[in-house]
């Protein structure tokens, strides 16, 4: 059993490049979440889904779309990646009756 | 803004050493979870705290959800060197039947080192 999958789990882009972060998981999750990671700044929700096709924006939102095509994937798309968007990034999963969320193994990401 | 404000954002501590941490809210949580991070690795669950007033443990664990529902807290006892990691805490909105409502918080977390 996968659980939360993560891809690519490093990459470097230079600064307007785009990209998309790919999260998979395999336990049939309702809820979906990315996440971003900085020092001192704890965990930071980017945006989050709560069912295939529905996605709503979290704390930091600006500068990333999201798209829940299919209930076992949640895309992340920087469209023009900034030096600020230099981060670990983090999916996590969970089913609504259930308060434990699985995070995948993160993915770094650095902007040049 | 993130809405949990974590305390203290780092400890340096001798093995055996207790260890006391909280967390607090703006706003009204009904369910608090901590968290443990270690090097490398995502986030795992340690604990969840459903009700005001409640007091649960995981082995040398202990939280407490606050009764104003706006604070928690998170003790270990006699620590080991393998508690090291990030100790996160989170809140979360369930509807009266348990279902949350998706929407899940982090604080910015309490960086553990226990010196053996």
């Known amino acids: 059993n996968a659980g939360v999958t993560q891809t690519p789990k490093f990459r470097v882009l230079k600064t307007g490049q785009s990209m998309t972060l790919l999260c998979a998981q395999d336990m049939n999750h309702e809820y979906m979440y990315w996440y971003r990671q900085d020092p001192g700044m704890g965990l930071r929700l980017i945006h989050y889904?709560?069912?295939?096709?529905?996605?709503a924006k979290g704390e930091v939102p600006d500068g990333y779309n999201v798209s829940r095509l299919k209930k076992q994937n949640f895309l992340l798309g920087l469209e023009s990646a900034a030096p600020s968007q230099t981060s670990v990034y983090f999916c996590?999963?969970?089913?609504?009756?259930?308060?434990?969320?699985?995070f995948g193994q993160g993915t770094r990401l650095t902007v040049v | 803004g993130q809405q949990l404000n974590q305390s203290p954002q780092s400890m340096f501590i001798q093995e055996g050493e207790d260890v006391s941490m909280n967390c607090t809210s703006s706003?009204?949580?009904?369910?608090w979870l901590w968290y443990k991070q270690e090097p490398g690795e995502g986030p795992v669950l340690l604990i969840a705290?459903?009700?005001?007033?409640e007091l649960t443990s995981n082995g040398r664990l202990t939280a407490q959800f606050g009764i104003t529902r706006k604070d928690s807290f998170l003790n270990i006892s006699a620590s080991i060197p393998s508690d090291v990691g990030i100790y996160f805490c989170?809140?979360?909105?369930?509807?009266?039947?348990?279902?949350?409502?998706?929407?899940?918080?982090f604080g910015q977390g309490t960086i553990l080192t226990v010196h053996p």
């Open positions: 996590a999963s969970r089913t609504p009756g259930n308060t434990e969320a699985f």
């Open positions: 706003s009204i949580f009904n369910t």
């Open positions: 705290l459903y009700k005001a007033g």
């Open positions: 889904s709560v069912g295939e096709g529905t996605t």
């Open positions: 989170a809140g979360d909105r369930t509807n009266a039947g348990g279902t949350s409502y998706g929407k899940l918080t």
